[in-house]
């Protein structure tokens, strides 16, 4: 019974970190409500895109006499901002905001217009989308499922780590081994397909999502060098869980890759 309260703790607490993790990346939609003429409008706007194509910015807006437009730039530079109106399509308003090569970001701020007021969704400052490429079902599932298994383990493991009666070296090597396929393995994969290199955390760059993957990867090494020829280590264990649950709620996407548009040619109307 103890073991299975364990196991249910250890699920709540994976289940929270990656529902905090999720939506407080960047790469989260942006959603908010507004009133726009006394007409209050619930809004979800993408935050991220796969550039096989253009992105549909759409917003739910019954009322008729509600209009709107879309204002983009490419990201860091100094284009001029593109106005772009937005089409009725039923109840909502619809526009695109045009694909971009991999890594790249638009800059974007939607507005709507009822009664001759112009209200701002996106607030004073525009928000960002990032395009990236299309990466397969068959390595995004496997990745996801396998990084959310080795966040459960490595809990579990840290949960054991305090139980006197509980060795967590058989959850910390599969902590460990989960990590490394997710992380190091599927990782890498996803992020070949969905912005070229396959890593661009140190020594080659400072991608947050690797070098948080790589530091937490340490954690684990160093537990179960101490833990070796079955030894406990519960205060390595319990580090290495504390220190993975702590890199884990760091936002996903964080300082991630990002086209520079001045090596490339300005953009055509």
């Excluded at 194509?53 to 990201?75: F, H, L, N, W």
């Excluded at 990466?135 to 493991?157: E, G």
């Excluded at 060795?167 to 912005?195: D, E, M, S, T, Y």
């Excluded at 649950?245 to 055509?268: Q, R």
Aim: overall charge positive.
């Amino acid at each position: 019974m103890r073991k299975t309260l364990l196991w249910i703790l250890a699920v709540i607490i994976t289940l929270a970190a990656a529902v905090y993790q999720r939506m407080t990346g960047p790469t989260y939609p942006y959603r908010g409500k507004a009133d726009v003429g006394g007409t209050e409008i619930k809004f979800k706007l993408p935050r991220s895109a796969e550039n096989v194509k253009d992105c549909e910015v759409s917003i739910k807006a019954p009322a008729a006499d509600i209009a709107g437009t879309v204002e983009y730039k490419r990201y860091k530079t100094e284009d001029p901002w593109t106005e772009i109106p937005m089409d009725r399509k039923d109840d909502k308003l619809v526009a695109f905001l045009p694909k971009q090569p991999v890594a790249g970001k638009l800059a974007y701020a939607v507005l709507l217009l009822k009664d001759e007021k112009k209200v701002s969704l996106t607030g004073a400052d525009p928000i960002v989308i990032r395009f990236k490429g299309e990466v397969p079902m068959a390595v995004l599932i496997p990745h996801v499922l396998i990084m959310f298994l080795a966040m459960l383990f490595s809990t579990r493991a840290g949960l054991a780590a305090l139980d006197r009666k509980s060795n967590p070296r058989k959850l910390a090597l599969w902590a460990a081994a989960l990590l490394f396929i997710g992380g190091f393995i599927l990782g890498p994969l996803v992020q070949h397909f969905g912005f070229g290199p396959y890593w661009t955390g140190f020594p080659l760059g400072f991608d947050l999502t690797d070098n948080k993957t790589l530091i937490a990867m340490i954690g684990w090494i160093i537990a179960l060098i101490a833990g070796r020829k079955g030894k406990p280590a519960r205060v390595w264990v319990l580090a290495a869980a504390i220190l993975l649950l702590i890199v884990y709620t760091i936002p996903h996407s964080l300082l991630g890759s990002e086209l520079d548009y001045s090596k490339l040619s300005p953009p055509t109307k």
